[in-house]
């Protein structure tokens, strides 16, 4: 068996140890942590896709993932300025 | 060759992302700055899912979360201080109220406690008008 075929689902396994472990983080207190934990969340998420989308060549999860990372992004920074209210 | 590098680079990539999840759930509730240690933290995450991205070839994605990364980080941290932080930030501790001085029936804490307190000007133009029970003389 390949050796990077084996560091790819090695490399996978670890963001679903992540994933996990950012949902958890993401029910502490603040509003703040559950952003945090949901961004992390939805980036693990785009880099399963896209490992998985190169491990089976399909090139359609390459896209998914690229949206998913744009979008977490925007998400996650409009949340954060709805929650930091204005500087005033 | 570029195999072994390639794999080299997943398999830091994994390392990093085991040892932010660790460090995530291991840290205390009761570390101060919990929240911006934890930011911190998911940093390293990031910069293990840079390395994994290119591992597998993704070097445009790559560079593109590497610019898009620290804003995320910057925009949590920001809302957070803002609004959430009382451990640092004393605007968040004191709680400004609006004070209306010509209200005709609520009147604010500071004037009570001024016309209450023992100088107070009005309390000693009170005193020609009070008895206490140790003037009076029964036996008048």
């Not at chain 1, 963001?15 to 207190?29: E, F, P, T």
């Not at chain 2, 004070?99 to 009147?107: A, G, M, T």
Request: glycine share 6%; aromatic share 10%.
């Amino acid at each position: 068996m390949d050796i990077l075929f084996i560091s790819k689902f090695i490399v996978v396994i670890a963001l679903i140890i992540m994933m996990l472990a950012a949902l958890r983080a993401s029910a502490y207190k603040s509003t703040s942590m559950g952003l945090l934990g949901s961004s992390v969340v939805v980036v693990a998420f785009a880099m399963v896709l896209l490992i998985g989308g190169d491990i089976y060549n399909l090139g359609f999860y390459k896209d998914i993932s690229l949206a998913l990372i744009f979008f977490g992004f925007i998400g996650t920074v409009a949340f954060a300025a709805v929650l930091g209210g204005n500087d005033e | 060759m570029i195999e072994y590098v390639q794999s080299a680079l997943l398999l830091i990539s994994a390392f990093l992302i085991i040892v932010a999840a660790v460090g995530l759930l291991s840290l205390s509730k009761n570390t101060k700055n919990a929240v911006y240690a934890r930011i911190h933290i998911v940093g390293v995450f990031d910069v293990a899912c840079i390395i994994a991205m290119i591992g597998i070839g993704q070097y445009l994605l790559a560079g593109i979360y590497f610019i898009l990364a620290p804003f995320t980080a910057h925009a949590i941290a920001n809302a957070y201080w803002k609004k959430e932080d009382r451990e640092n930030n004393l605007d968040l501790v004191t709680v400004e109220e609006d004070v209306d001085y010509n209200h005709p029936f609520i009147h604010p804490k500071d004037k009570m406690q001024v016309l209450e307190s023992e100088n107070s000007e009005k309390l000693k133009a009170d005193d020609r008008f009070s008895v206490t029970t140790l003037e009076i003389d029964e036996g008048e």
